[in-house]
């Protein structure tokens, strides 16, 4: 009989989660690295959140990752909240700890900032100001990141001002919220553009912004990653910009998840990114 005491579980918790990456992505590693272990899809209704999560320990799981629409709710049940994740008001990764507990922390503005540094080595977050367009669960975890990193002003604006407000009032003077029909002028002087918003996705418009402002030493990214190269991306490339795309965040923002379940910490490469692409 195999010794399955060295096998390590973990998976990624939704509702619906079927279209998910992150078994690719973890069974990827899991195959690349020679690890014991098995990353699974776990389609859990909202309504048996508290229990699929209690379950956990003793499913022998080492942890999972939490998706749409659990994000939020998760918070709320875990033992300990990292400060990161209670900044950001959501968890993206729960850890099984030694004694049973559960932990919650947020790895979605690492992945982000990695993938910036990915594309451009020497990236600060004070390298200038950042325009960041939308504020939902992306954006909320990409500012409070980015303000941590040493960002001094990050100009916020949404189609719904209110919902940029609340984000200004939760991190702290560094944001600027700007009404959204001024989103082409916000691009004086920055250094950093970043589109949260749906826009762009397949399915959905184009972002409506003209670029002619912007700084062409300025990033542009763009946390879509179906199409990988969005309108915005496009554009932006076209007139001299670097760009990063949305792949990138998904990539590495799983990395620390992947060291927390299964004690690697994994390398993005392009055979790793070949591998997620053709998924999509």
């Not at 990353?39 to 999972?64: H, M, N, Q, S, T």
């Not at 990409?142 to 919902?163: C, K, P």
Request: glycine letters at 10%; one cysteine or more.
């Amino acid at each position: 009989m195999n010794d399955t005491r060295n096998f390590k579980l973990a998976g990624v918790m939704g509702w619906p989660v079927a279209q998910s990456r992150s078994p690719r992505l973890h069974g990827y590693w899991l195959a690349h690295y020679g690890i014991a272990g098995a990353y699974v899809p776990l389609p859990v209704a909202p309504e048996r959140l508290a229990d699929a999560l209690k379950g956990l320990p003793a499913l022998g799981f080492a942890g999972c990752n939490v998706t749409i629409p659990h994000k939020l709710d998760v918070l709320k049940l875990v033992d300990k909240v990292d400060p990161l994740a209670a900044r950001i008001g959501a968890v993206n990764t729960v850890v099984v700890e030694q004694d049973g507990s559960l932990s919650g922390f947020n790895t979605d503005g690492y992945g982000f900032v990695e993938s910036l540094r990915a594309i451009r080595k020497d990236w600060t977050a004070g390298a200038g100001p950042v325009v960041v367009l939308g504020a939902g669960g992306g954006a909320r975890a990409i500012v409070v990141t980015l303000v941590a990193e040493g960002a001094s002003e990050v100009r916020l604006l949404n189609r719904t001002e209110a919902g940029a407000q609340e984000l200004a009032s939760a991190v702290g003077p560094q944001v600027r919220v700007l009404p959204w029909d001024t989103r082409t002028d916000a691009l004086h002087g920055a250094a950093l553009l970043v589109n949260t918003t749906s826009q762009g996705m397949v399915g959905q418009p184009p972002l409506d912004i003209a670029l002619d402002a912007l700084p062409k030493t300025a990033l542009v990214s763009d946390i879509v990653y179906n199409p990988l190269i969005t309108p915005l991306l496009a554009a932006a490339r076209a007139r001299g910009n670097t760009i990063v795309d949305g792949l990138g965040m998904l990539l590495h923002q799983a990395r620390p998840a992947f060291r927390a379940f299964y004690g690697v910490m994994p390398d993005v490469t392009p055979d790793l990114r070949k591998a997620v692409e053709s998924t999509l």
